[in-house]
């Protein structure tokens, strides 16, 4: 027993000091986007390792150039996720509850969807949007991010509604809930941690979508900070400290949702595992 301990505290050691080189590997790029972004008058080559002072003039000069396309996505995103919710979740329910013929099969079919390339769907969207009147406008890009979303979403939301109880469901219809009132009443509270993580899942697909901005938009009347970073390193190549500085900006936001969401994402994966 006493011969094994050592060896488990070193195995213990060994796991730890690998998972903080793997760690390390993976935040080194966000590392050197901050260190680039605090150092805007050097080059790219001339980027010391660590910042000798904290000089947030490119921070400055990046949110003046790119705050109103901040807000775009933040507008796009929040437009994306709310119809993302409110198709994914109805769809789900009734995927889940309904006992419909082929439900696997239109789940199978939902993922499928994921495979589709983005630019052949945009593509295709352009010459719909150009007959419809959505190209350069807000609703067209929440319209578009949102099916970015709305698969993974069902998939996800029909998983935990599955495992939600029959007999309280049951209960609720002997009470003399319809439906729609059991669906709003029960299921949605019960589905929480599902919907939290859904909506998060869409925020960050429509928050990254840089296809559907690049297409589906002519001028600069809705651009968000995808394509906006897209045309800020082709106007200021010269100039990396903005660039990073935009980066972290654009990086701000998500990160902020992942670390306030973070143990619903782990209860809503996870929730309809067991059932």
């Known amino acids: 027993m006493a011969a094994h301990a050592p060896n488990a505290s ?8 690998a998972g903080l080189l793997v760690l390390a590997v993976m935040l080194f790029p966000l590392y050197w986007m901050l260190n680039t972004a ?8 001339e980027v010391d390792p660590v910042p000798s002072g904290l000089d947030l003039s490119g921070f400055t000069k990046a949110f003046t150039d790119q705050g109103g396309n901040l807000l775009t996505s933040l507008l796009v995103s929040a437009g994306a996720v709310a119809i993302c919710l409110a198709v994914a979740a109805p769809a789900a329910y009734g995927l889940a509850r309904f006992g419909l013929r082929g439900s696997r099969t239109i789940v199978f079919g939902t ?12 593509n295709a969207l352009y010459t719909s949007y150009v007959d419809l009147g ?42 003399g809930a319809g439906p729609v009132r059991v669906f709003l009443r029960v299921v949605l509270p019960m589905s929480r941690n599902a919907l939290i993580t859904s909506g998060l899942f869409a925020f960050l697909f429509a928050w990254s979508d840089f296809m559907f901005a690049l297409t589906l938009n002519t001028t600069d009347d809705v651009k968000p900070i995808t394509l906006g970073i897209y045309q800020y390193i082709g106007a200021h190549v010269g100039d990396w400290g903005s660039v990073m500085a935009a980066a972290v900006l654009s990086a701000v ?16 994966i996870t929730g309809g595992s067991v059932k």
Request: no cysteine; charged share 15%.
């Open 10 to 17: 070193r195995r213990r050691w060994g796991s730890t000091v």
């Open 38 to 45: 605090l150092q805007p008058d050097s080059g790219l080559l």
């Open 111 to 122: 993922l499928i969807t994921q495979m589709v390339p983005g630019i052949v769907i945009a």
């Open 134 to 175: 959505l190209v350069n406008s807000y609703a067209g890009l929440m319209l578009a991010d949102a099916s970015l979303g709305i698969p993974f979403s069902i998939v996800l939301m029909r998983s935990f509604m599955v495992s939600i109880p029959g007999e309280v469901i049951e209960a609720a219809d002997i009470d």
């Open 253 to 268: 936001p998500a990160a902020i949702l992942l670390v306030l969401a973070q143990k619903y994402i782990a209860a809503g």
